[in-house]
T-cell receptor, first 109, second 116 residues
Framework: GEDVEQSLFLSVREGDSSVINCTYT??????LYWYKQEPGAGLQLLTY?????DMKQDQRLTVLLNKKDKHLSLRIADTQTGDSAIYFC?????????FGIGTKLQVIP | GAVVSQHPSWVICKSGTSVKIECRSL??????MFWYRQFPKQSLMLMAT?????????EQGVEKDKFLINHASLTLSTLTVTSAHPEDSSFYIC????????????FGPGTRLTVT
């Protein structure tokens, strides 16, 4: 079955870059996602990447995909205190999405 | 952007009672909606796929008679937790992709259910 794994916690200083890593198991996944969840709130889609891409950049966000190793990463440049949240990695095909456990990002001022 | 709302945002109920949670797509039609459950410090677990005009599809291990889903219109799906127990206390989140889109889901803000 599908499985998505990511580390539980990451702490960075404001202004530094954050890198959140994720591994997945389903090689048939068409899309890979990064979602952000702030306390008590629903999920916000940050970015997604098609499985045939290696990299996608969107302003401060850079997504790298190593399909051979089934490894996905999210880099946040110039991390701000407002970036403190839980970040979920997810994989999906047609609509159905499997989520990782989430990485809590703490930004230290 | 597309907006999905949930009502209520939080609810406290007594054991044995039933609670209905609504999920609405406000500015788009959604033939399909998804219901997730999230325990503290855990990931989202898909409970069921709600289909407009037909029966919901439940994930393995989810009791369909306990978690009743109704998708009566293209913008509304409801989840009813019947005969609630304290172990049903959780954060319930719905999502909906826009019809025609397969890669992006819009999530509701979630409903926190506490069963006493």
């Amino acid at each position: 079955g599908e499985d998505v794994e990511q580390s539980l916690f990451l702490s960075v200083r404001e202004g530094d870059s954050s890198v959140i890593n994720c591994t997945y198991t389903d090689s048939s996944s068409t899309y890979l996602y990064w979602y952000k969840q702030e306390p008590g709130a629903g999920l916000q889609l940050l970015t997604y990447i098609f499985s045939n891409m290696d990299m996608k950049q969107d302003q401060r966000l850079t997504v790298l995909l190593n399909k051979k190793d089934k490894h996905l990463s999210l880099r946040i440049a110039d991390t701000q205190t407002g970036d403190s949240a839980i970040y979920f990695c997810a994989e999906g095909g047609y609509q159905k999405v499997t989520f990782g456990i989430g990485t809590k990002l703490q930004v230290i001022p | 952007g597309a907006v999905v709302s949930q009502h209520p945002s939080w609810v406290i109920c007594k054991s044995g009672t039933s609670v209905k949670i609504e999920c609405r797509s406000l500015d788009f039609q959604a033939t399909t909606m998804f219901w997730y459950r999230q325990f503290p410090k855990q990931s989202l677990m898909l409970m069921a796929t709600s289909n407009e005009g037909s029966k919901a599809t439940y994930e393995q291990g989810v009791e369909k008679d306990k978690f009743l889903i109704n998708h009566a219109s293209l913008t509304l799906s409801t989840l009813t937790v019947t005969s609630a127990h304290p172990e049903d206390s959780s954060f319930y989140i719905c999502s909906a992709p826009k019809d025609g889109q397969i890669y992006e889901q819009y999530f509701g803000p979630g409903t926190r259910l506490t069963v006493t």
